[in-house]
């Protein structure tokens, strides 16, 4: 998937793993939840991502469920 993001084909929701390091251009974004199985991130090329793809993005980090 993380490559799919780098090569700007896709945003993806992923749980952090050391795959990630590896790629200095991709942003990744904590999600936060009320609780914590897993650490999940969403991650983009900022270079290459429109501005209707970063207010998805904004939204998702700033949604929250009420439990």
Do not use: C, H, W
């Not at 209707?52 to 439990?67: A, G, H, P």
Request: hydrophobic residues 45%.
């Amino acid at each position: 998937m993380i490559g799919l993001v780098n090569a700007n084909l896709a945003v993806s929701i992923m749980e952090d793993n050391d795959t990630l390091l590896s790629y200095q251009n991709i942003i990744k974004k904590e999600i936060s939840l009320p609780y914590k199985e897993r650490e999940i991130y969403i991650v983009y090329d900022p270079l290459n991502i429109s501005k209707l793809s970063l207010d998805i993005i904004q939204e998702m980090i700033n949604f929250k469920i009420l439990i």
